[in-house]
């Protein structure tokens, strides 16, 4: 497959090891990959903040950037909740190839198990690890089974069903396994006192199950409780799936 990797911002500027290990998952699982330089941000800042103009600029020319792949894959479920589900709100007019393009874009696990139907990649993880459910992955991409849903999915998710396969990880599952963990983008900085306590408090609940790290789909939710860790001295580390799958060991 002739895949585009569509690196998020905040992992571009704040986390690219999480872009490297995915551009080494895809071409480990035999895809052709293609990166373009001059990406940009999808919008989702801009969507959230209601500025619709702005946001379907950047709708447009990531539509362009990526235009005639095969798939396009993200180490961000939010990211790809955002061009799978909102770019219709700004881009309401959208050809046939835009839609079909939108409906190719994937979370890099949800790729893995879904599309190209690979769970082992041989990968080693010694260590006690919590999994964090992102928002954005449970409620718009359907990764997982979320609390409230009156007939949930059965079985387990495809960041668990990744996990599961990695040598030595042992997966832990706090009592509340979906429950946010404060960030939610502009939330945090509109109300950072609010989002400190639900951080605080999920990175609690972890600590206490023994959790050495802490992982998921979304490192700007990961970034999130990391930074509540290293203010307050304790709680399991933050590494994104992506990391986790090309781990050969010891971190």
């Not at 702005?54 to 790809?80: K, N, Q």
């Not at 050809?95 to 879904?114: H, N, P, W, Y």
């Amino acid at each position: 497959m002739d895949v585009g990797l569509f690196v998020p911002c905040y992992v571009d500027l704040l986390a690219p090891r999480v872009a490297q290990a995915t551009l080494r998952i895809l071409e480990r699982v035999g895809c052709r990959v293609h990166y373009d330089p001059d990406q940009t941000c999808c919008g989702q800042p801009f969507l959230n903040a209601g500025a619709a103009r702005a946001a379907s600029r950047l709708a447009r020319r990531h539509l362009e950037r990526f235009a005639g792949l095969d798939a396009v894959v993200t180490p961000s479920a939010s990211c790809a909740a955002t061009v799978r589900l909102r770019f219709p709100e700004v881009e309401p007019d959208a050809s046939e190839e835009d839609t079909r393009q939108r409906a190719r874009t994937f979370e890099l696990g949800e790729f893995l198990v879904r599309i190209v139907e690979r769970t082992d990649l041989s990968a080693c993880f010694p260590h006690r690890v919590a999994l964090l459910q992102s928002c954005h992955g449970l409620r718009d991409l359907g990764l997982a089974a979320s609390s409230e849903e009156a007939a949930p999915t059965s079985g387990p998710g495809t960041t668990e069903r990744l996990l599961r396969e990695v040598e030595g990880l042992e997966i832990f599952t706090p009592e509340r396994p979906d429950e946010c963990c404060g960030f939610g983008g502009s939330f945090s900085v509109k109300y950072p006192e609010i989002s400190g306590r639900m951080g605080r408090a999920r990175l609690d609940a972890l600590a206490e199950g023994g959790a050495e790290f802490v992982t998921g789909t979304d490192v700007s939710c990961l970034l999130h409780l990391d930074g509540i860790r290293r203010r307050l001295g304790r709680g399991p580390r933050a590494i994104h799936l992506a990391e986790i799958l090309v781990s050969e060991g010891s971190h």
